[in-house]
């Protein structure tokens, strides 16, 4: 790791250290205890039945066989939903969401929609009285393809709905534009949106090298490790629903299941034990369908995803379709974008259709653009969010096309990246304005890393089979924006607690702590951050969109603040000083200059707590919401070998320089740019839904669903540019999703360099390199 | 999940005993790898496993130097390797006799799982479950395998070559199980070698894998034999495209046309994991490397898996 670009600041003592994460030794030694480790007396264990059709209508479903099974209590289909339901609707009748869609309801509009849960005593009995279920389909025409599904002559791939919720959506980024409903006559296409600037005819005419392109990208997997989990207690007597859940975000989950069950939130209570990986994807997919199964059972109710059933049944990212082309100037100055996104969004709403339109468009300072941006209805399981949610799919067609007019007018493609990058308060293509950003910075760094600098001898060193390449792509992401809450309480023994609703996802609470410590001039050590529920926490947005340190970093530092100027109150009492005369170190509250006229943080607590003490109790409180968003820019250098003869990628060595505004922990910083990376590696390389021609997933297994292993993955250098942003804490950006946006197109463009030819449909199989390589004939695998 | 019964069989002539009262649904239990997956996926019907881990017939793993020439009069010891049925995979590599005279059965059995699968995962069980796509299959072919197999009807060798007869198909009757496998010693100047093409480095099934043992006098090849994974309905020997190489040199030339006639024998499908014209490319291209590696080792260099 190398720090770059530090600007003069203050002299922390704990932020901006490599504090080992306080989560860490559980997770390693075992003992973390995740949702499906939860048990409970008398608990029922829930299996999914899956449709096998992309779409069909539900003739019957005959329960009797499955119920033969001994140990199965109960079948639940969508019909008994309604017992779950408060006011006695059923949410799966004909829903516009796929979350309402908890069971299919007469109709499965996507093979791995399930149809109907069968709850047993054991799990052995459910999965033995899933397999015995009778359902009888009657196969309807499914849409699998995104252009012919934009037809309009295209059937449709489900009957149109009323509103769509994009809460989870939003929950990633905060953009300003949101794409327009369709219209009228239903379509596929569920949104649309487009931003414009300049004249694109001018802006072609205007230039001298001019390249078109289509690009295809895969639909993927988040690859989170802890598949999804629900436990449900329901208590008849009270009617207190308790769920346990793996989830980014428990209040996210409790909105979700009162708007679902109608459950009024006095009487629900959403516990996030620790995760085990979200990546976007741990967005209340299974707590509502598993708090129905508890109400309707009227005994706890567990449901664990196998890793089957969340490859189908999962909200995957979306694959995509990218029409590009672009125009620059011989001297490298780009001119004009025309381009085009459609996301497969599958069944139902999701798909980042505007992020995705918005971000193609604003990373460079393109003086005439136009890009559409769609969102696509088809027969395909539905999307999710990802890790910055459809930026990868447009970045590979962005970074390609730039990659490629370099290579055509024979400059540097870092150059051209440096001449036309954004700057701070250029307009984005939406027209507003780019607060603070170091995107020039970040491609800078990349400029003169040595992966670039030496490219020509790695190309020098490919032999007749083996070539070397490398490739630079650039990504980014705007960064999300949601309200947050935090409370600090001082301890007897003069340390501190402190709760939060955020779940800790890449060792936030840890960095949390940091910033307590610094603030409280403790050690670490004195500092423990816990993640409350939804019943004992403050508010707390999801941990997703890269903002749950940007956010919650600064309520807690808010909070600290609080709690020293609560303490400065009492012991100015007490010392006989002025409180602004007072400073916190060591443990103690000390009058600045005079360290003898102290007091110490017991002796607060004490007079704070005791039986009959004067003062009121310590509890310090930070109430924080965040407007102005903190971008982070990536640049990313891969370089690899591809046998020419089997199409097979090794990737040998691989950079990633990141605007990261301030590294609260850089540890915890370099590992998010590492798993970036890694991910996007596996986006470039290898991870993709496999689909036959009647759209049934073939991989739904990670042995055939192929993410990165460590076999596969080379040492990756991180470097942490640091422009700090104008509102995060102590100048801190998002970190955790740029990295994920640039990988599958620096990737893409090494692959080219290497083998001088282009791959167009992401991941780059072998397969797919030896055809474009004109090794192949025939054509491409089913579904690929 | 089925309920399953589980019996250990006490010796060999038990273990038959328990497959004959046990009926269609009764199997033997190895490593466990792929049957215990099957049953809990309901891939295969299964009520009873009977384990031969325990029997001293199916542990045995011992290699016999064909017998000196100045051995005193009398003297012979049944030269070549047998492994037992249940010998889990990392001693098979392990075994510093293996790794001297039979690479490709190295090479092929390191790459079958990660290491707790290898601590118990089998060559015979990976031969019994007749994959297509088995990683030690082709290898076993190319260096002349023989399955010793019991039954009720009593014992019989199967060459491996001819074991398996289709997906999840083999030549074992009813009650009939592999007790070892054995490996004829290799000629002095001869040399193995085994590849598979995956799209990743670890943690994949083979899209193509071959495998090949060539032996040579002089820069003649006197012996050869090749074989083939993932490309046909069964793991594939090609003995007309190995008997081609016999009796000339191994230049650039004869390797081309090994290639070549090996990627026209391949009777591969397309499915997910490649089509069928990457796969017979694939052919091509594994074929010529394995008998690259394989001359090498045979002259004494070596060559790295």
Redesign the interface.
């Given at each position: 790791m190398t720090t770059a670009d530090r600007p003069e600041r203050p002299q922390y003592r704990v932020i901006g250290t490599r504090a080992k994460r306080t989560e860490g030794p559980g997770k390693v030694t075992g003992t973390t205890v995740y949702t499906a480790d939860v048990q409970l007396p008398r608990m029922l264990h829930a299996k999914m039945v899956l449709s096998p059709h992309a779409h069909a209508r539900i003739v019957r479903i005959e329960g009797a066989s499955a119920l033969a099974v001994p140990g199965v209590s109960r079948v639940v289909t969508a019909a008994d939903l309604s017992e779950a339901i408060r006011d006695g609707s059923n949410p799966a009748v004909n829903p516009s969401n796929r979350g309402d869609a908890l069971i299919a309801h007469t109709e499965v509009v996507f093979a791995g929609q399930p149809v109907a849960v069968v709850l047993g005593e054991s799990l052995a009995a459910a999965e033995e009285g899933a397999a015995a279920l009778l359902v009888e389909y009657e196969p309807l025409p499914a849409v699998l393809d995104i252009e012919a599904a934009m037809r309009a002559d295209s059937p449709l791939a489900r009957r149109p709905a009323g509103a769509v919720d994009r809460s989870e959506e939003s929950a990633h980024v905060t953009i300003d534009v949101h794409a327009e409903e369709s219209g009228s006559a239903p379509t596929n296409i569920s949104s649309h949106v487009s931003f414009s600037r300049g004249d694109i005819a001018t802006g072609f005419a205007e230039s001298e090298v001019v390249y078109e392109h289509t690009w295809r990208s895969a639909t993927l997997h988040q690859g989170y490790i802890e598949p999804q989990a629900t436990v449900a207690d329901f208590q008849p007597a009270t009617g207190e629903l308790v769920v346990w859940t793996t989830t980014q975000g428990q209040f996210h989950e409790r909105d979700t299941i009162m708007k679902t069950l109608k459950w009024p939130e006095t009487k629900l209570r959403v516990i996030g034990p620790e995760l085990g990986g979200g990546f976007g994807g741990k967005m209340a997919q299974s707590s509502p369908l598993v708090s129905a199964l508890a109400v309707i059972a009227k005994r706890p109710v567990k449901l664990v995803y196998s890793r089957k059933d969340d490859l189908l049944a999962g909200r995957p990212a979306t694959g995509a379709l990218v029409k590009i082309k672009t125009g620059m100037k011989r001297d490298g100055t780009l001119m004009a974008l025309e381009a085009s996104v459609a996301y497969d969004s599958g069944a139902y709403p999701g798909a980042p259709a505007a992020t995705g339109a918005l971000l193609m468009s604003s990373f460079y300072r393109w003086p005439h653009l136009k890009v559409d941006g769609y969102e696509v209805l088809t027969n395909h399981v539905s999307a999710g969010a990802i890790r910055a949610p459809g930026v990868h799919n447009v970045m590979q067609a962005v970074e390609q096309n730039i990659d490629e007019m370099a290579r055509q007018a024979g400059l540097d493609a870092a150059e051209v990246r440096l001449r036309n990058a954004v700057r701070t308060g250029d307009p984005m293509s939406s027209g507003k304005e780019f607060p603070a950003i170091g995107l020039v910075e970040t491609v800078e760094r990349a400029q003169s890393h040595p992966l670039w600098q030496h490219r020509d001898e790695v190309r020098a060193a490919s032999t007749s089979t083996k070539k070397r390449g490398v490739g630079l792509a650039i990504g980014g992401w705007l960064g999300g924006l949601q309200p947050a809450a935090a409370e600090l309480f001082l301890n007897s023994d003069g340390t501190v607690n402190g709760v939060t609703g955020a779940l800790d996802i890449s060792g936030t609470n840890t960095s949390f702590a940091q910033i307590v410590a610094e603030e409280m001039n403790l050690p670490l050590e004195k500092v423990s951050i816990t993640t409350g529920d939804t019943r004992t926490a403050p508010f707390a947005g999801m941990s997703a969109g890269s903002k749950t340190l940007f956010t919650m970093g600064k309520a807690l530092r808010d909070a600290a603040i609080d709690l020293r100027q609560q303490m400065y109150e009492v012991a100015a009492e007490r010392l006989e000083a002025n409180p602004d005369d007072l400073e916190v170190d060591g443990g103690e509250v000390r009058v600045k200059g005079v360290p003898t006229k102290n007091i110490s943080y017991e002796r607060l607590a004490a007079i704070t707590t005791g039986f009959g003490a004067l003062y009121k109790p310590l509890v310090g409180r930070g109430t924080v919401t965040a407007r102005v968003q903190a971008p982070g820019f990536t640049a990313q250098i891969a370089e690899v070998e591809v046998d020419t003869e089997t199409g097979f990628v090794e990737v040998k060595n691989y950079a990633s320089v990141q605007d990261v505004g301030f590294a609260i922990n850089p540890m915890s910083v370099e590992g998010q740019l590492e798993g970036g990376s890694v991910q996007g590696m596996g986006i470039g390389l290898w991870e993709e839904y496999i689909y036959d021609d009647s759209g049934r997933l073939r991989n739904a297994g990670l042995l055939d669903y192929r993410m990165p292993t460590a076999a596969d993955v080379p040492d990756i250098d991180s470097t942490l540019v640091e422009v700090p942003s104008e509102d995060g804490p102590y100048g801190a950006r998002g970190v955790g999703e740029p990295s994920i946006t640039a990988g599958g197109a620096a990737l893409a463009n090494a692959i080219a360099d290497a083998i001088g030819a282009r791959v167009p449909m992401m991941p780059a199989t072998p397969e797919r390199i030896l055809r474009a390589m004109g090794k192949l004939g025939g054509s491409e695998a089913a579904g690929g | 999940?089925q309920a399953l019964k589980y019996a250990r069989a006490a010796s060999v002539d038990d273990a038959i005993r328990l497959l004959r009262d046990g009926g269609e649904a009764a199997r033997v239990l190895a490593g466990g790898t792929d049957l215990i997956v099957q049953a809990r996926e309901?891939r295969r019907e299964v009520h009873l496993l009977v384990d031969i881990k325990r029997l001293a017939e199916t542990m045995v793993l011992a290699y016999h130097a064909p017998t000196p020439p100045d051995a005193p009069p009398g003297f012979y010891i049944y030269p070549g390797l047998e492994v037992g049925a249940a010998v889990p995979l990392y001693r098979v590599y392990g075994d510093p006799d293996v790794q001297r005279h039979y690479r490709a059965l190295v090479e092929a059995s390191h790459v079958i799982g990660g290491t707790a699968i290898q601590g118990r995962a089998t060559l015979g069980g990976n031969l019994a479950n007749a994959s297509p796509a088995a990683d030690s299959i082709p290898a076993m072919m190319a260096l002349g395998g023989v399955a010793r197999v019991v039954g009720a009807g009593g014992t019989r060798e199967i060459p491996v070559a001819e074991f398996c007869t289709g997906p999840g198909r083999s030549a074992l009757q009813p009650t009939e199980f592999i007790v070892s496998l054995y490996f004829p010693p290799p000629a002095s100047r001869s040399g193995s070698a085994w590849e598979r093409?995956i799209?990743?480095?670890?943690?994949?099934?083979a899209v193509v894998n071959a495998a090949a043992y060539l032996a040579f006098e002089g820069d003649t090849v006197s012996e050869a034999r090749l074989a083939l994974g993932a490309v046909a309905p069964t793991p594939l020997a090609l003995p007309d495209v190995a008997a081609a190489l016999v009796g000339r040199p191994l230049d650039d030339a004869a390797i081309d046309r090994a290639s070549a006639a090996a990627s026209a024998a391949a009777r591969p499908i397309?499915?997910?994991?490649?089509?069928?014209?990457?796969r017979r490319?694939?052919v091509g291209?594994l074929v010529g490397r394995v008998l690259r590696k394989a001359a090498a080792r045979a002259r004494g260099e070596e060559v790295p898996a």
């Open positions: - | 999940m309901r093409f799209p990743r480095n670890e943690m994949d099934i397309s499915d997910m994991r490649g089509t069928e014209a990457q490319r694939l291209v």
